[in-house]
C-alpha cells in the first residue's frame, strides 16, 4: 500500500483526489491536512480510517508513517510544500498549476532528482473522455492534418471566484488562465506538440483580482493553430470542441461530466460514471456527410494507477514535470504580452 496524505481539503482535495485514492487499491489514504473545521469535519465523516491535521507542520512531523504527499492548496504554496515533502523523502503530486513561475517547476524537478523522489503534477483533465476521444481520432487520422483547433472552458459564474481565487492575483497564480487554462494549453501541447508563438487577450470582466475571461492563440512547431477559450463569464458557452482537419471536421459540445458527478456525491466505481449523455456525443465528418461519436468514458482514476506502477516498478509517470513547466513558460508568454487587464 502506498500511504498517503492529502494537503487541502478543498475542491481539489475533497473532489478529485481523496476519492481516486479512497477507491484505488494501491492506496491507503491516511491523512488529510485542513485547516477549515468544516472541511475537517467532512473529511473525519467520510473517510474515518484518515487522520485530520490542522497544518502541514503536524504532517511532516509524522513522515515517516507515509509515502506519498498530494498538494491540493492554492498555486502560492505549491512550491515551498512540495519542496519541504521531497526533504523529508516522500514522494509528491502537486496539483495545477504547478507553481506559479516555471523557475520554480524547474527548480522542485531538479530538487526531486537530487533527492531521489517521484514528482509529478495532477493534469487530471489528460482522462476527460471527450479529450481521450480527440486524440485518438487525431492519432488515427480521421481528420486528416488538422489546422485548426479550438477548445473551450465556459461556465457562467457572474458573481466571480469564491475563496483564496478571489483574491489572488497574478504573482500568486490567480486567474483564469493559471487555472483552467492551464488543462487547456497541456491537451493543446499533447495533441500538436511544441508551441511557436504566443498571442493572448486576457479580460477582467467580474469582481476577481485577475483575468476571467482569456483567449490564447497557439501557433504550433507543426503547423496547427490552437484557439483556447476561457471564461467564467460565458451566459452561453461554445463548444467544447471545435476541429477542423483537412478531411473532416469534429465537433462536441458539454464537459465531461467526471466532475459534476463527484460534486454531487457519485464515486469513481460507480455505475455509468464518466459517461456523457447521447445530447453530448461528437460529430465528426463533413458537412452533409457527417456521423456521431460516442465519447469514451472519462477516468481521472488512470493518473493514480500509473503513478502506483511508476512508485512500484519505476514505469513512465503519468505526467511528467517538464511538460507542466512548458505549459508556465506558455502563461508566462502570455502574461508578458496582456499589457494591462480590460474590463
Same mark, same amino acid.
Not at 489514504?29 to 485542513?34: E, Q
Not at 483552467?180 to 508563438?197: K, N, Y
Not at 465528418?285 to 488512470?302: A, F, K, L, N, S
Given at each position: 500500500?502506498i500511504?498517503?496524505a492529502?494537503i487541502?481539503?478543498?475542491?481539489?482535495?475533497?473532489?478529485?483526489? $481523496?476519492?481516486f485514492?479512497?477507491a484505488?487499491?494501491?492506496?491507503s489514504l491516511?491523512?488529510?491536512?485542513?485547516?477549515n473545521?468544516d472541511?475537517? $469535519?467532512?473529511a473525519?465523516a467520510?473517510?474515518?480510517?484518515?487522520?485530520? %491535521?490542522s497544518?502541514?507542520?503536524?504532517?511532516?512531523?509524522?513522515?515517516?508513517?507515509?509515502?506519498?504527499?498530494?498538494?491540493g492548496?492554492?498555486?502560492?504554496t505549491?512550491?515551498?510544500?512540495?519542496?519541504?515533502?521531497?526533504?523529508?523523502?516522500?514522494?509528491?503530486?502537486?496539483?495545477k498549476?504547478?507553481?506559479?513561475?516555471?523557475?520554480?517547476?524547474?527548480?522542485?524537478?531538479?530538487? $526531486?532528482?537530487?533527492?531521489?523522489?517521484?514528482?509529478t503534477?495532477?493534469?487530471?483533465?489528460?482522462?476527460?473522455?471527450?479529450?481521450?476521444?480527440?486524440?485518438?481520432?487525431?492519432?488515427?487520422?480521421?481528420?486528416?492534418?488538422?489546422?485548426?483547433f479550438?477548445?473551450?472552458?465556459?461556465w457562467?459564474?457572474p458573481?466571480?471566484?469564491?475563496?483564496?481565487k478571489?483574491?489572488?492575483?497574478? #504573482?500568486?497564480g490567480?486567474?483564469?488562465?493559471?487555472?483552467?487554462?492551464?488543462? =487547456?494549453?497541456d491537451?493543446?501541447?499533447?495533441?500538436?506538440?511544441p508551441?511557436?508563438?504566443?498571442?493572448?487577450?486576457?479580460?477582467r470582466?467580474?469582481?476577481?483580482a485577475?483575468?476571467?475571461?482569456?483567449?490564447?492563440? %497557439?501557433t504550433?512547431?507543426?503547423?496547427?493553430?490552437s484557439?483556447?477559450?476561457?471564461?467564467?463569464v460565458?451566459a %452561453?458557452?461554445?463548444?467544447?470542441?471545435?476541429?477542423?482537419?483537412?478531411t473532416?471536421?469534429?465537433?462536441?459540445? @458539454? =464537459?465531461?461530466?467526471q466532475e459534476? $458527478?463527484?460534486? @454531487?456525491g457519485?464515486?469513481?466505481?460507480?455505475?455509468?460514471?464518466?459517461?456523457?449523455?447521447?445530447?453530448?456525443?461528437?460529430?465528426?465528418?463533413?458537412?452533409g456527410?457527417?456521423?456521431?461519436?460516442?465519447?469514451?468514458?472519462?477516468?481521472?482514476?488512470?493518473?493514480y494507477?500509473?503513478? #502506483? #506502477? #511508476?512508485?512500484?516498478? @519505476?514505469?513512465?509517470?503519468p505526467?511528467?514535470?517538464?511538460?507542466?513547466?512548458d505549459?508556465l513558460?506558455?502563461?508566462?508568454?502570455?502574461h508578458?504580452?496582456?499589457?494591462?487587464?480590460s474590463?
Amino acid at each position: 500500500m502506498i500511504r498517503t496524505a492529502v494537503i487541502g481539503f478543498g475542491v481539489s482535495g475533497r473532489i478529485f483526489h $481523496a476519492p481516486f485514492l479512497a477507491a484505488a487499491d494501491a492506496y491507503s489514504l491516511d491523512f488529510v491536512v485542513t485547516g477549515n473545521p468544516d472541511r475537517a $469535519a467532512q473529511a473525519t465523516a467520510r473517510y474515518p480510517h484518515a487522520t485530520v %491535521l490542522s497544518g502541514p507542520d503536524e504532517l511532516f512531523a509524522r513522515a515517516a508513517e507515509i509515502d506519498l504527499v498530494v498538494v491540493g492548496t492554492p498555486p502560492a504554496t505549491h512550491a515551498g510544500l512540495a519542496a519541504t515533502a521531497l526533504d523529508h523523502g516522500l514522494h509528491v503530486v502537486v496539483d495545477k498549476p504547478f507553481t506559479v513561475t516555471s523557475a520554480q517547476g524547474e527548480a522542485l524537478i531538479e530538487h $526531486a532528482r537530487r533527492v531521489g523522489r517521484v514528482l509529478t503534477v495532477f493534469q487530471n483533465r489528460r482522462w476527460d473522455g471527450d479529450f481521450r476521444t480527440l486524440r485518438r481520432l487525431v492519432q488515427d487520422g480521421e481528420l486528416g492534418t488538422v489546422h485548426t483547433f479550438e477548445s473551450r472552458f465556459e461556465w457562467w459564474k457572474p458573481q466571480g471566484p469564491r475563496d483564496w481565487k478571489a483574491r489572488a492575483g497574478i #504573482a500568486d497564480g490567480g486567474g483564469i488562465l493559471f487555472d483552467l487554462g492551464t488543462h =487547456l494549453i497541456d491537451q493543446a501541447r499533447l495533441l500538436f506538440g511544441p508551441v511557436e508563438s504566443v498571442h493572448a487577450d486576457l479580460a477582467r470582466r467580474g469582481a476577481g483580482a485577475s483575468d476571467d475571461d482569456s483567449f490564447l492563440l %497557439l501557433t504550433h512547431t507543426g503547423g496547427t493553430r490552437s484557439r483556447l477559450f476561457m471564461s467564467g463569464v460565458a451566459a %452561453l458557452p461554445g463548444p467544447r470542441f471545435h476541429v477542423l482537419g483537412s478531411t473532416a471536421g469534429y465537433t462536441k459540445w @458539454g =464537459l465531461d461530466p467526471q466532475e459534476d $458527478a463527484l460534486q @454531487g456525491g457519485a464515486g469513481p466505481g460507480d455505475d455509468g460514471f464518466g459517461r456523457e449523455p447521447h445530447e453530448n456525443w461528437g460529430t465528426l465528418g463533413v458537412r452533409g456527410h457527417t456521423r456521431r461519436v460516442e465519447p469514451e468514458p472519462g477516468d481521472y482514476g488512470q493518473f493514480y494507477r500509473l503513478l #502506483a #506502477a #511508476a512508485l512500484d516498478a @519505476g514505469g513512465e509517470l503519468p505526467v511528467d514535470p517538464r511538460d507542466a513547466v512548458d505549459v508556465l513558460r506558455i502563461i508566462e508568454r502570455a502574461h508578458a504580452r496582456k499589457g494591462d487587464l480590460s474590463r
